[in-house]
């Protein structure tokens, strides 16, 4: 018999008043309890019950409180701080797509941390997987356990086509970092060469690999030397392409050049180790390429005999509407980084590769947190429930929503120049002339203080800065996400506004 998890209001209890049934986990903010039974049926969970019913409620921003912390964290911790010094928030408590400060304001959260918090904040199926976790083994190395074994069951099987039960799964540090650096470790290992492709706009880090195949010149010009043999290529980025084409007379051409760089023997690149991409861009802007861009890359990769890495840190466990953002392009990778959603809201990252690469010798890689159990039996709950909820039809319904209203902003507005994305992993670029396309961190940074304002969390990225991102928890509802949108257009207007 399975065991089956059933979120349900206390209102409607008595219908299951003739079940065998316990309450294993009460929820002390919301009327709500968590059932468990042996069943065959499936985690039912209703998205709406998930969080605080007021948000938005705002007072005072920042309050007295949220000062007088903010005030404290700058006089005692590290100077490399950023996300306070440009949303003064000081978190509370939060539950589902919701924020709750210490002064009582309660925020729409479009940013679930970065995207760590893929099912939301306090999610209570993934909490009581770590309760029963914890009241069990916290910290066991690599040395195997149920909860482990499970995990990997599960990776393995929710890859897609060729790759499905058909790959290693090896867990590093905490962190996404962690990853890439296992990643072309791995690279490395198995072709015995050293240097490495990387493409514009790409993030994959800050450790000092990770970092140095990081596009971003303000994470390298301080911290030189990096990594030698480092190539950084074209990335299909439409809006701005670095080869001055359109769609309309576009020949994949920033694909075309990373085959001529493999096979001129005058490109200055040794045949590399690996290539690393994002098959859709994260802080590089919300990049969706064209789906045959990704695909293109993959052929070239494999004609050259160079393993290709796909960064799934960000878009991978059902960000796009997908498991893996590259299931959009059909293509497929010799080795995939996983971190973030992965382990549920807690520290965790994987990386999953061919059986043929699996040449590692004992202790080839190693580290004292490579796979934290609390994590992991969080990650097995992720997985059940992206799985049996139906998720990724939620996330392309809500994603679709809340796309088609950033183009209607974007036909109507003077400074928003390009909207993108797929499932709930969005871009909005700002620019001060659409002709020109001339980038506006500026705007940008104002959508992000106004929509603060207004009760919604977002962030900003892209290659100038001046791009609003959007990676709600997928378990946003549509009401929610309307009330998010909302805010975000009467923030537009607003700059708009002062900027006529």
Not at 6 to 25: E, G, K
Not at 58 to 72: A, D, H, Q, V, Y
């Amino acid at each position: 018999m399975g065991v089956t998890l059933y979120y349900v209001i206390q209102l409607f209890l008595t219908s299951f008043q003739h079940q065998s049934i316990n309450c294993i986990y009460k929820d002390p903010h919301r009327n709500l309890c968590l059932f468990l039974k042996n069943t065959e049926s499936v985690i039912i969970m209703k998205f709406e019950e998930l969080s605080f019913p007021e948000a938005p409620k705002l007072g005072t921003i920042p309050g007295t409180k949220s000062l007088r912390l903010l005030n404290r964290q700058r006089e005692i911790e590290g100077s490399a701080v950023s996300y306070p010094r440009s949303i003064p928030i000081v978190m509370d408590e939060a539950r589902g797509a919701t924020v709750k400060d210490v002064d009582g304001n309660v925020f729409i959260d479009f940013f679930a941390g970065a995207g760590v918090l893929a099912l939301g904040h306090c999610n209570p199926i993934i909490l009581e997987a770590v309760k029963r976790q914890q009241n069990k083994i916290t910290h066991t190395l690599d040395f195997p356990t149920e909860i482990r074994l499970e995990l990997i069951e599960n990776i393995r099987n929710i890859m897609p086509g060729r790759l499905k039960n058909n790959v290693k799964i090896q867990f590093g540090g905490p962190t996404g970092s962690d990853a890439v650096e296992s990643a072309i470790k791995l690279a490395k290992y198995y072709t015995n060469r050293h240097s490495l492709i990387a493409f514009e706009g790409g993030y994959h880090g800050m450790t000092a690999t990770a970092c140095s195949l990081t596009s971003g010149k303000f994470w390298k010009e301080k911290y030189l030397p990096m990594i030698p043999e480092v190539h950084f290529l074209p990335y299909a980025y439409c809006y701005r392409c670095s080869l001055n084409r359109t769609r309309n007379n576009c020949n994949l051409e920033c694909a075309s050049f990373y085959e001529h760089i493999l096979e001129d023997p005058h490109s200055g690149v040794v045949k590399p180790a690996a290539s690393i991409i994002e098959p859709i861009q994260g802080e590089g802007g919300s990049i969706v390429p064209p789906d045959d861009y990704i695909k293109k890359i993959e052929e070239i990769s494999r004609s050259y005999d160079v393993p290709i890495i796909f960064d799934e840190i960000q878009a991978g466990f059902c960000r796009t509407g997908e498991f893996f953002s590259f299931q959009h392009s059909e293509a497929f990778p010799d080795i995939l980084t996983m971190s973030k959603a992965l382990g549920g809201g807690f520290p965790l990252s994987a990386i999953a590769y061919r059986e043929d690469l699996d040449i590692w010798e004992k202790g080839s890689h190693i580290g004292t947190f490579r796979g934290n159990v609390t994590a992991m039996s969080a990650g097995v709950a992720s997985i059940q429930f992206l799985k049996e909820n139906n998720v990724n039809k939620h996330v392309n319904e809500i994603g679709t929503f809340m796309l088609n209203e950033f183009k209607t902003l974007e036909a109507n507005s003077e400074i928003v120049g390009d909207v993108r994305g797929k499932g709930l992993m969005l871009g909005v670029e700002f620019v001060k002339d659409k002709e020109t396309k001339k980038p506006s961190p500026d705007f940008a940074a104002k959508a992000r203080e106004e929509s603060f304002l207004g009760g919604l969390l977002i962030e900003i990225g892209g290659h100038y800065n001046n791009v609003a991102r959007f990676l709600p928890p997928l378990i946003l509802t549509k009401e929610l996400a309307n009330i998010g949108v909302e805010i975000f257009k009467k923030a537009i207007n607003k700059i708009e506004r002062n900027f006529n």
